[in-house]
């Protein structure tokens, strides 16, 4: 027999297919974009010629390339773009921070704003809070907006304030606070969104080439964590311009990753204005095929909608954030109109409401499409099964454990906070369950989210329900081909199969057999394959 079909990348070591049947295989072959062959190392010599560039990694895995199925990347990137990084220990004084707004002042036209994020105090010799006087020192010609790392509270010189119109005579506003000296100057310092807002408004809109710029930055890096395809929902307030960011890029024909974008409406109106970007385009590259909304807050800030109550704050169990009524409306429009459909919905209340507006529209014949809950971190047995019951899909962030169980624990009492992300009771029951990292709201990469759904255990070693944990090859596919299904491309993406786009990451050890799932946190791409390109190689190789 004559085999014409001769492979451009061959690639050898223990290959982790996620693939229905065969689960592991010694090599692949790849054509053009996409995989001709998986099996043994004999069998795929015959698809080598000189011209065949070969991988050999034996005793490394390889497995199909990381989705993150719900990151706000360009967001991200712009966070990384647009504003200096103030955080420590690279800046561990008041005077390094002067320095770092002088250097920044540097490369800006007078009068351009300069942006900073991830100052903290606590480490500072000072022993005091930067003022507005600290940063008038570097730059009194640009106007200066610095946020503290907790996201709550920010620092900006006097000429930002000027331009906000705040001087001693300002009022703080409800619900936030403009601080003042004993003189009764405004020193700089700004407290929660009443307050941080009225400066705010002055900075303008990020530019369409700021948001383009965000994206490329955010791909370049994050593929360096073997992620291969993300589902953003961009942002509430910048939707249109990041999907039209997007388009851009993909038109360039620079995307390194693949890219499933949501339209965010929080009403009728904006999912009606939505119709002239969402499609059921099938690019491969870039596809926007539906909505996202939000239906409550967070558990870190006392704002998720749960049953019970929060620690130390008896009198709220946290609200919707939309109108129940206009909530159904839109699911039952956004239905018969086919759209996919990811609403981020954290506590138990919240939840019920979802997968009842679900259950209500489909038993009304719509249209069957994607259905998703985002976070999904409070449900009961009941809306697991139901879930699963309507075709839906969980989409959860296990690095919500490594980054955020301390605040869940001041948070919540014991028993509602032993509930959290019921991982292992959604598997048993059979819910396809998808992996995202909801970056920036914690760091990007998946490691940290594969090792807290394996152990359990945050940052700092305390466990969350350790009867909830999985295992490491469930925990991979929850970011591989559980995690295609989220995005609807579990046709082309999602496991290493003949037919299937050569997505592939190549690993600088085997992860799926770490004995010490702490490894797991150190684990580092060799190789980034998107589209059977190599886009990134690792340093270690
Ligand atoms: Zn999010």
């Not at 700089?188 to 969104?193: N, P, Q, R, T, Y």
């Not at 059921?280 to 409550?296: A, H, Q, T, Y």
């Not at 967070?298 to 954030?321: D, Q």
């Not at 989210?449 to 009867?467: A, K, T």
């Amino acid at each position: 027999m004559v085999y014409k079909e001769k492979a451009d990348l061959v690639i050898l070591g223990r290959i982790y297919t996620f693939a229905k049947g065969v689960n592991v295989a010694e090599a692949i072959a790849v054509r053009g974009n996409k995989i001709i062959y998986v099996g043994s190392r004999s069998g795929v010599e015959r698809y080598i010629n000189s011209k065949t560039a070969v991988i050999d990694v034996e005793g490394k895995g390889i497995t199909p390339g990381l989705i993150d199925t719900h990151a706000h990347m360009a967001v991200w990137g712009l966070y990384r773009t647009r504003y200096i990084d103030l955080s420590y220990p690279s800046v561990d004084s008041i005077k390094k921070l002067v320095e770092a707004v002088r250097e920044a002042a540097k490369k800006k036209k007078e009068g351009e704003w300069i942006l900073g994020r991830g100052w903290n105090q606590a480490f500072y010799p000072e022993g005091r809070m930067p003022s507005r006087w600290d940063l008038d020192e570097a730059t009194t010609k640009h106007p200066v907006l610095l946020w503290h790392t907790s996201g709550h509270m920010v620092v900006v010189n006097s000429l930002a304030l000027e331009i906000a119109g705040i001087n001693r005579n300002t009022r703080s506003p409800p619900g936030g606070i403009i601080e003042k000296d004993s003189r009764g100057e405004p020193t700089g310092i700004l407290a929660e969104k009443p307050a941080i807002e009225i400066v705010e408004r002055k900075i303008p809109r990020p530019a369409q080439t700021e948001w383009v710029e965000a994206i490329r930055y955010a791909m370049r890096e994050w593929v360096s964590e073997g992620i291969t395809a993300v589902k953003d929902p961009t942002s509430h307030e910048y939707t249109r311009e990041i999907i039209e960011a997007y388009k851009a890029i993909r038109r360039g024909g620079e995307q390194l990753l693949r890219v499933v974008a949501l339209y965010w409406a929080q009403s009728l109106e904006e999912l009606w204005k939505g119709e002239g970007y969402i499609s059921s385009s099938e690019d491969p590259w870039l596809r926007v095929p539906g909505i996202k909304i939000i239906l409550d807050g967070a558990i870190s800030t006392r704002t998720a909608w749960i049953s019970g109550k929060y620690r130390g704050l008896p009198e709220t169990s946290g609200l919707p954030t939309l109108d129940l009524g206009v909530f159904r409306e839109m699911i039952a429009e956004a239905l018969s109109k086919g759209y996919m459909i990811s609403v981020h919905a954290i506590g138990d209340i919240a939840i019920e409401e979802v997968i009842k507006a679900y259950e209500e529209a489909l038993k009304r014949g719509e249209r069957k499409s994607i259905l998703t809950v985002i976070h999904f971190m409070l449900p009961k047995q009941d809306h697991v099964e139901r879930l699963r019951a309507v075709g839906g899909y969980a989409e959860i962030q296990g690095g919500f454990i490594y980054f955020l169980a301390e605040a869940y624990r001041k948070n919540l009492y014991m028993e509602t906070y032993n509930k959290i992300l019921p991982v292992r009771s959604m598997l048993d029951t059979g819910l396809t369950v998808c992996s995202g990292s909801d970056a920036p709201v914690i760091p990007y990469p998946p490691r940290y989210g594969i090792y807290s759904l394996v152990s359990r255990l945050d940052m700092l070693g305390i466990e969350l329900n350790r009867g909830e944990a999985i295992s490491i090859a469930q925990a991979f596919a929850t970011y591989t081909s559980e995690a295609s299904k989220c995005l609807g491309m579990e046709d082309i993406i999602g496991s290493i199969e003949v037919g299937k786009l050569a997505d592939i990451v190549v690993w600088d050890r085997d992860p799926l057999s770490m004995r010490d799932p702490k490894e797991l946190l150190e684990i580092k791409p060799l190789y980034t394959i998107v589209d059977g390109k190599i886009i990134y190689r690792g340093a270690n190789r």
